[in-house]
């Protein structure tokens, strides 16, 4: 079956610093990847809509200067979080889309950001 | 725009015995997918089951079916000879039955299911 590997699984950072978080599509090409973001016992909050060779859409509220979303091929986005606080830390998911509408959505294993 | 609700934050069901778990969404379209996903502890995100909105006939996959009323907005999971290992958060989500945007996947709340021995 279709794999998305996210990286890293955890990262500890300290206020100030930025970190990048990975999706990889390992065995499809993905047109189209979303972030997710989820505080403890708390649902999934779509960030942002990335596809390939575009500029991500960023949900309202979200601030796109803060998460940077690249999504420069069809196998990989990266989220970077820029000058961390420790508000930001959370547990991030991606997903991933192949292609057409009814195509599945494959999740990544998430990451948990820890900001000291 | 699209909502997704579910009214319990939590349940409990006995090991073997049989739950329902509800959800109701907000749309204008005629034509999207509905889900239920499990989150273990592990965090990852399983799907359960999908619907389809122009398909009449409930889901089933196993253990686990939906009731779908699409007049009344309404997509609810139960979860037959529930075991141990079925644990978990439970999501509702809504996706648009078009490409682009509307692949995107939005979730209710969560119901976080507990079995008893």
């Known amino acids: 079956g279709a794999v998305v590997s996210q990286h890293p699984s955890r990262v500890i950072c300290k206020s100030g610093t930025s970190v990048k978080i990975e999706c990889r599509s390992l065995?499809?090409?993905?047109?189209?990847m979303f972030w997710y973001r989820q505080f403890p016992k708390q649902s999934l909050m779509l960030m942002a809509t990335s596809n390939e060779g575009s500029k991500a859409t960023y949900e309202q509220g979200v601030e796109k200067d803060k998460f940077l979303i690249n999504h420069a091929s069809l196998t990989l986005s990266t989220l970077t979080v820029t000058s961390a606080h420790p508000e930001d830390s959370s547990f991030y998911i991606c997903?991933?889309?192949?292609?057409?509408?009814?195509?599945?959505?494959?999740f990544g294993n998430g990451t948990r950001l820890t900001v000291t | 725009a699209q909502t997704v609700t579910q009214s319990q934050p939590e349940m409990s069901v006995q090991e073997a015995e049989t739950v329902t778990l509800s959800c109701t969404y907000d749309?204008?379209?005629?034509?999207?997918?509905l889900f239920w996903y499990k989150q273990p502890p592990s965090r990852q995100m399983i799907l359960v089951i999908r619907q389809e909105a122009y398909k009449q006939q409930n889901a089933t996959e196993n253990r686990f079916s939906v009731n779908f009323q699409k007049a009344a907005k309404s997509f609810s999971l139960k979860i037959s000879d529930s075991q141990l290992g079925d644990a978990a958060m439970y999501f509702c989500?809504?996706?648009?039955?078009?490409?682009?945007?509307?692949?995107?996947?939005?979730f209710g709340t969560g119901t976080l299911l507990a079995v008893q021995p």
């Open positions: 989500a809504y996706r648009g039955f078009y490409g682009g945007a509307t692949n995107k996947l939005i």
């Open positions: 749309t204008s379209e005629s034509d999207y997918y």
């Open positions: 997903s991933a889309v192949q292609g057409s509408y009814n195509s599945p959505l494959h």
């Open positions: 065995d499809f090409q993905a047109t189209t």
